[in-house]
């Protein structure tokens, strides 16, 4: 049965990258690692190591124990922190977008193998290099076919982890976003403003939640068909994202016809001015509606609810604020925003 390429998954070349103070050593990595097809990136110290970390992002970390400046262990102590604080800078963005996009997948942490090479042999050597984080260890004089066949498992079982990675963040992504809009779904709405209930807890600071409703869509629904409905559902919810003016908004289908936006630091003067532009934008639309009893085309009512979250309240009483304030810019003729 023959042996398994590194390339099998990812079809471009890995790129090794050596910190080693030896320049023989280096050497002879360099054209060893070469003419198995990876691309090499030498360094001399820990230091180096963690500069050239971020700017190449290699496959593979060759490191040497024992260095000038910062030695083997500490180098590899800082690239593991290095791939934790990148991981939770891409889960932080994950928790303020409404969509998960290739962008942000790329960002995830793909645990960078880290092989530690080095003249060190004895036990309490070993033990902490891998206390340190290294994926695994050989140690000098280094024998070729040992440290080409540790590499290519290395590789391999990387690269299957960056698929299963993708896919669970593929399946995390379905799980919060609504499969007709692309939008938020009730559940990332519902994780979302519960944690940013307890954020602005902690600062004092304002939390906006807009509720809209698509006007008789009953009628619209009956008139039109239900893949016109869907379509139209599609159509509003697109404009009401595009019109969400902080990162930070959360735009999500609340459910049927209706939509939430969660507005972390907002005041009630500028969650009014947004549900105003969405208004707006959805009239602009001029989207036929026959079966509307306020306009010729599609309509948004809309109810508005600012507070200060603290410890003794709860996202509940917000919900129940705008659901009001909603319910009443209907009970008043609808096509209109209310504010509580």
Known sequence: MSAISPFTISKQPPVILVADDD???????????????YRVVEVTD??????AYETVKPDIVLLDALMPVM?????????LQIARNNLMSALASLDTDSALGNTVISKIWERTPILMITSLDDEESVDRAFEAGATDYVTKPIHWAVLRQRLRRLLQQAQIYKQLEAANLALQHLANVDGLTGLANRRRFDDYINTQWINLAQEEASLSLILCDIDFFKF??????HPAGDLCIQKVGAILNNKAQKHQDLVARYGGEEFAVIMPYTHATGAVYVAKTMQAGVRNLQITHDGS???QYVTLSMGVATTVPTWESSPSD???????A???????GRNRIVIK
């Open 46 to 51: 820990g230091k180096q190591c963690l500069d």
């Open 318 to 324: 917000l919900i129940v604020a705008a659901d009001k």
């Open 71 to 79: 030695d083997g262990f500490t180098c590899c102590k800082q690239l």
């Open 220 to 225: 619209y629904n009956d008139q039109y068909g």
């Open 326 to 332: 909603l319910y009443q810019a209907k009970a008043e």
């Open 293 to 295: 009893m306020v306009s």
């Open 23 to 37: 320049k023989t050593i280096r050497v002879l990595l360099r054209e060893a690692m070469e003419q198995e097809g």
